[in-house]
């Protein structure tokens, strides 16, 4: 019986052991990671700074104004190209210069399409669908 006690108090022991063991381990494992994400979120801080001091170079308005200058050819504003919305005219009726011109041909004349075919026959009394 005594050895039993022995037998079981050692297993408790070596159990005991290997279970410190593993917490130690996956603490360790867990700091390591931890050490990983810390220094890849530096770099990604630094590549962000990096990234917003090019930006703002890049964003200069004298810059911004140079390259206008250069590749766009604007002109200034001249006060009679600012309107008040009631100046501008509206818009007139859309006219449709092909249609009109085929039925100056005689040409234009409305074609009976499928869907006209289906709702004709729906209207018909007596018709078949």
């Known amino acids: 019986m005594i050895k039993l006690l022995h037998i ?3 297993g408790a022991l070596v159990s005991s052991a290997l279970y410190a063991y ?13 050490q990983k994400l810390k220094a890849k979120a530096q770099r990604e801080r630094e590549a962000i700074a990096v990234l917003k001091a090019e930006w703002q170079f890049l964003n200069r308005p004298e810059r911004l104004q140079a390259l206008a200058d250069k590749h766009l050819d604007l002109q200034t504003l001249a006060i009679t190209q600012i309107v ?8 007139g009726p859309k006219v449709d210069s092909i249609g009109r011109k085929l039925e100056d041909l005689g040409l234009g004349l409305p074609t009976e399409t499928p869907r006209d075919r289906k709702s004709n026959t729906a209207t018909t009394p007596g018709a078949r669908p």
């Open 8 to 10: 079981i108090a050692i």
């Open 84 to 91: 008040r919305l009631s100046d501008i005219p509206n818009r």
């Open 22 to 34: 593993s917490i130690k381990y996956e603490t360790t494992l867990q700091a390591e990671q931890l």
